[in-house]
Nanobody, 113 residues
């Protein structure tokens, strides 16, 4: 059973940066295209970035130009580096495989002055 443990969130001022991490267990990360999604209260979870098993990234407009998704298959870990954070980036961030397994608990990102 594939499981995800996200970390790295926190409270940050507008313009700040965070690096989110997701440790994957139960299978070999290298097999999967991985995604990061964001959920805010009252809205559906929305994709923000994904990375193929070959390392090709794709970003949704909400984070494009400000974020970098990357992976370390040796550590079974996928990352999301987020820069120039803005209040609209606030939410709970989750990682998963492209064809999703059960969701982890996510990591809360709050951008506020």
């Amino acid at each position: 059973q594939v499981q995800f443990v996200e970390s790295g969130g926190g409270l940050v001022q507008p313009g700040g940066s965070l690096r989110l991490s997701c440790v994957v267990s139960g299978d070999n990360l290298s097999k999967y295209t991985m995604t990061w999604s964001r959920q805010v209260p009252g809205k559906q979870r929305a994709l923000v970035a994904r990375i193929t098993s070959a390392g090709t990234p794709l970003y949704w407009d909400s984070v494009k130009g400000r974020s970098t998704i990357f992976r370390d298959d040796a550590k079974n870990t996928v990352y999301l580096q987020m820069n120039n954070l803005q209040p609209d980036d606030t939410g709970v961030y989750y990682c998963n495989t492209l064809a999703p397994h059960a969701w982890g608990q996510g990591t809360q990102v709050t951008v506020s002055s």
